[in-house]
């Protein structure tokens, strides 16, 4: 092989090499494909959390910060961003945003938010997403209800799929839930800046003021006495999903409207309460569909 046709091979090999990282890195900010662990400083290892205030919000990540930059309901306090992260939002010039940017190493960043934080070179401090109320539910056919599923990771990757699947909101308790956070929020891949995230006190109250908006309630249970497709009455429906180990409590299975199991023909009979959800909501869709309930707009 001649010295220019090396030469060609390697520059097309290099060009197709970037284009592959561009379209890896893509997939990653959607959440399509985990983020590798970053290698940390060993000084990291005594890292102690921040105290934040009840209304300060930390979001990090390309994908979660753009979609906060995004959602006008949004306070936004400051940016704090690697050059190479605010190219990469893609957000105009810093001196024009109506908000503070500053620009950081990711040590920086990592001071503030741990070891563990895939930040990506960028992090945002905000305030809490409003508070919503059950009662502006009154036009969605479709809702999500956890009886304390505690944790983050779950919540956001259940946030992900009722988006996908156009829920109108997702309502849980105030205790054993996770509040609006960093770690909720990547999890969720912007997710949680496009779907209501409600949290309530009394958990038996508002399944009943559910009821009276019109709304079935269905439990998932493994022990559910029928299979969801075959438990669906109405065009109106709340999915309502037990914690990670516990399923769901017994007084929120004697107020539901129905139980229902997930039917799994194969030797395992019980999934993560994330995949479980994903699974009913495509499930509940398509009776929406087939009974002519329009989708719902979960902002």
């Known amino acids: 092989m001649s010295k220019d046709n090396k030469q060609d091979k390697s520059s097309r090999d290099t060009h197709y090499a970037t284009l592959r990282r561009a379209v890896r890195d893509a997939r990653r900010e959607r959440g399509e494909i ?3 662990p970053q290698k940390r400083q060993k000084s990291n290892k005594d890292w102690k959390p921040p105290q934040l205030q009840p209304d300060q919000v930390f979001l990090y990540g390309l994908h979660t910060v753009r979609a906060a930059l995004d959602n006008p309901e949004r306070k936004l ?4 961003v690697t050059q190479n992260a605010f190219a990469r939002l893609d957000v105009g010039e810093a001196s024009a945003l109506p908000f503070p940017v500053e620009f950081v190493s990711p040590q920086d960043i990592d001071r503030i938010l741990g070891p563990e934080a895939i ?8 305030r809490p997403l409003p508070i919503r109320r059950l009662e ?8 999500l209800v956890l009886d304390q599923v505690t944790d983050p ?9 009722a988006v996908a699947f156009s829920a109108g909101a997702i309502i849980t308790t105030q205790r054993h839930s996770p509040t609006e956070s960093g770690v909720l929020a990547k999890s969720a891949s912007g997710a949680l800046e496009l779907i209501p995230y409600i949290q309530i006190t009394n958990l038996a109250d508002a399944l009943g003021e559910l009821h ?6 269905i439990g998932l249970d493994s022990e559910g006495p029928a299979p969801l497709e075959g438990t669906f009455a109405g065009d109106r429906i709340a999915l309502v999903l037990g914690s ?9 299975r004697e107020t539901v409207t129905a139980l229902a199991r997930l039917d799994m023909p194969g030797s395992i009979k019980s999934l993560n309460v994330s995949n479980a959800a994903a699974i009913a909501l495509y499930a509940t869709r398509q009776h929406l569909s087939r009974s002519g309930t329009g989708s719902s707009e979960t902002r």
Do not use: C
Not at 136 to 143: G, Y
Not at 244 to 252: D, P, S, W, Y
């Open 136 to 143: 502006a539910l009154r036009d969605s056919p479709l809702l």
């Open 119 to 126: 930040h990506q070179g960028v992090m945002l401090e905000t």
């Open 34 to 36: 985990p983020t590798p």
């Open 77 to 80: 306090i400051k940016l704090s």
């Open 153 to 161: 990771h779950n919540v956001g990757a259940i946030m992900r799929s």
């Open 244 to 252: 990670e180990g516990k399923g769901l409590r017994q007084k929120t």
């Open 212 to 217: 009276r908006l019109g709304f079935q309630t």
